[in-house]
């Protein structure tokens, strides 16, 4: 992903809640890293999300586990540093979330992937019961495949 991203001559900003800069970190452990990630942000709580960029109005209206939390992450990431590309991840790994109890549905995560006026946005289920690394290297598995279908 970092060698096509580069070759376009694309960057990107990785925008993590749950995954906790695990995106970040898989980008940053391919050569070349720096060439296309200049920056990425975790935002565990809702208010750095809002201090971030994103809306609490979208936080209020579709909970914070939701595509279109996930999109504004996304999008906030992209405005906060100029980065062609932006990813959103926003879910809950492996219990319901204690500031956010009537929303978190454990082994639910939304990944938005954002370019340009397209964005792709999925939804991730898995089984909650596992080991919370190996949860999260599922998110971020799917999160990369998702970029790469969106530069493709």
Do not use: W
């Not at 909970?63 to 980065?83: D, K, L, Q």
């Not at 019961?129 to 998110?139: F, L, T």
């Amino acid at each position: 992903m970092v060698k096509e991203l580069s070759r376009l001559g694309l960057s990107i900003v990785p925008v993590e809640s749950c995954t906790g800069g695990g995106l970040a970190n898989a980008i940053t452990n391919i050569p070349g890293a720096s060439d296309v990630l200049e920056a990425g942000f975790v935002t565990y709580s809702n208010r750095q999300k809002v201090a971030l960029g994103v809306p609490a109005k979208i936080i209020e209206q579709y909970t914070v586990y939701s595509p279109e939390v996930a999109r504004a992450m996304a999008e906030a990431g992209m405005r906060h540093t100029g980065s062609d590309v932006g990813v959103g991840i926003t879910g809950s790994i492996t219990r319901v979330d204690l500031a956010n109890p009537g929303n978190s549905k454990p082994g639910v995560v939304y990944i938005a992937v954002k370019r340009g006026e397209s964005c792709i946005s999925k939804k991730v289920v898995f089984d909650d019961s596992g080991d919370r690394k190996e949860a999260k290297e599922h998110v971020i598995e799917a999160a990369l495949k998702i970029v790469m279908e969106m530069i493709q």
